[in-house]
């Protein structure tokens, strides 16, 4: 997933939809949000909101790469 993730990241870097960043480094970072979610999920699946933290997540990092004109 991280190789996936790193093309995508490369092309909105490209594209200027995402400032620049280290892509290898944002693709860990999302990996380890969505394995940190899971993993809290399947702890205590009661209490872990994962509609709601998902998307939460989404927003920060969508919100962090976006380039100022986006």
Do not use: C, M
Request: aromatic letters at 8%.
């Amino acid at each position: 997933y991280h190789e996936r993730l790193v093309e995508l990241l490369k092309q909105g870097v490209e594209s200027a939809e995402f400032r620049a960043v280290n892509v290898h480094d944002v693709a860990s970072a999302i990996l380890a949000i969505y394995e940190g979610l899971a993993l809290l999920w399947t702890v205590d699946p009661e209490k872990t909101t994962w509609g709601e933290t998902n998307q939460t997540a989404i927003r920060l990092l969508v919100n962090g790469l976006r380039t100022e004109s986006n």
